[in-house]
């Protein structure tokens, strides 16, 4: 299976910052990444998928980039809300396997 | 849009099967997309366990396929999970989702539920 990576595991900032969590699979995997963002007691909610392409409806605030090994999510203008766990997927190989997570703080 | 809400036994005894239930408002899950079961366990990401098309073809986990059974009942607009032989290892979160874009059986997942925790204990 593909292994997916996160770093960092936690992170601390504040409204109004600019933050990017990173996403290694464990080899090359075409465009094929999605971003999720969960909440505690809530449905997890799709960010992005294909890399960079953002799901309807999601602020502008959030973009994604990426290719290879590694993808990048970026949050900028952190607002209170955004106080989430973050997680990556990979769908470019069978079986479909996700980050352990970026858990997000507001300070 | 649709909306999914997971339901079943909130603790099961080891050795027996877990069954969750899905319950899909907004789609019917006999005529459009595809519909999954995905887990979490403590501190760790969500893993995928399986996926079931509407004419009921599903693909499974590998490291679960041994165990894990899905089916979809149109009737109920409900799909099912059913895993055997379950121990402590299986205490986790369920959720269950649906993939309005699949290609094969790779995609995201577009909406998910809120979950059902499930614990694995005597």
């Known amino acids: 299976d593909i292994q997916m990576t996160q770093s960092p595991s936690t992170l601390s900032a504040s409204v109004g910052d600019r933050v990017t969590i990173t996403c290694r699979a464990s080899q090359s995997i075409a465009a094929r990444l999605a971003w999720y963002q969960v909440k505690a007691g809530k449905a997890p909610k799709l960010l992005m998928f294909q890399t960079s392409t953002l799901e309807s409806g999601v602020p502008s605030r959030f973009s994604g980039s990426g290719s290879g090994t590694e993808f990048i999510l970026t949050i900028t203008t952190l607002q209170p809300d955004d106080s989430a766990t973050y997680y990556c997927q990979q769908y470019d190989f069978f079986p479909t396997t996700f980050g352990q997570g970026t858990k997000l703080d507001i300070k | 849009q649709v909306h999914l809400q997971e339901s079943g036994p909130g603790l099961v005894k080891p050795s027996e099967t877990l069954y969750l239930a899905c319950d899909v408002s907004?789609?019917?899950?006999?005529?459009?997309?595809?519909w999954a079961w995905l887990r979490q366990s403590p501190g760790k990401g969500p893993e995928w366990i399986a996926t079931?098309?509407?004419?009921?073809?599903?693909s499974y986990n590998p490291s679960l396929m041994t165990r894990v059974s899905i089916s979809v009942d149109s009737f109920n607009n409900q799909f099912h999970l059913w895993l055997s032989s379950v121990t402590a290892a299986d205490t986790a979160m369920y959720f269950c989702a649906t993939l309005l874009h699949a290609n094969g059986w790779l995609s995201y997942f577009d909406y998910w539920g809120q979950g059902a925790l499930v614990t694995v204990s005597s």
């Open positions: 079931i098309q509407p004419d009921g073809t599903a």
């Open positions: 907004g789609y019917s899950v006999g005529h459009n997309y595809d």
